[in-house]
């Protein structure tokens, strides 16, 4: 090989490299960001969605007291199973620290058994996210709904915080006002 095709070929090289180094450090759009902000929030405000609020309420996958009055029974299989269920439709949607920090909180559990209880069927009227930063969201989400639930006639505010896992955007923190 002469110099000049060795000068050609490193330089040629050299560009592919730049360019790969380029094209792999591809971050998702703002559009992809939003739509994974508003798949979320569909699926963590459609109450009873799958009748999975059914699944953690049965009385054999509730907890209860160990019967001596003395504190909680340790889950059973069944209602790790049943939790599992509950949560499964997240894991295309959020993290697994966000998923942690939803059971922890008993989010959005508590808005089935809320939901539950009143006998309400909401749908969701609408959704809003906005970007604050790179990372974060605020949101809105409003609901038509059948009933006379009080907790309903006002929108839901709060902010999402988005990571990139894999090069997908993940929800990875919920928080509501």
Not at 24 to 43: G, Q
Not at 48 to 75: C, F, M, W
């Amino acid at each position: 090989m002469t110099r000049k095709s060795a000068r050609l070929c490193a330089l040629a090289l050299s560009l592919l490299f730049c360019f790969s180094l380029t094209g792999c450090d591809k971050k998702p759009s703002e559009a992809a960001k939003t739509d994974a902000a508003e798949a979320f929030l569909n699926e963590f405000f459609r109450f009873n969605h799958q009748e999975r609020y059914k699944i953690v309420s049965d009385p054999a996958a509730a907890d209860g007291l160990d019967g001596t009055g003395e504190g909680p029974v340790p889950p059973s299989e069944q209602q790790r199973q049943a939790y599992e269920a509950y949560y499964l439709p997240y894991a295309d949607l959020a993290t697994p620290d966000c998923i942690a920090a939803m059971q922890a909180n008993r989010l959005p559990l508590k808005y089935d058994k809320l939901a539950a209880q009143e006998g309400v069927s909401a749908q969701i009227g609408g959704i809003r996210c906005e970007t604050l930063d790179e990372t974060t969201f605020a949101f809105e989400v409003s609901f038509d709904g059948s009933g006379t639930a009080e907790w309903l006639q006002s929108p839901v505010n709060g902010r999402l915080t988005m990571e990139i896992v894999d090069g997908r955007p993940l929800v990875s923190s919920i928080s509501i006002h």
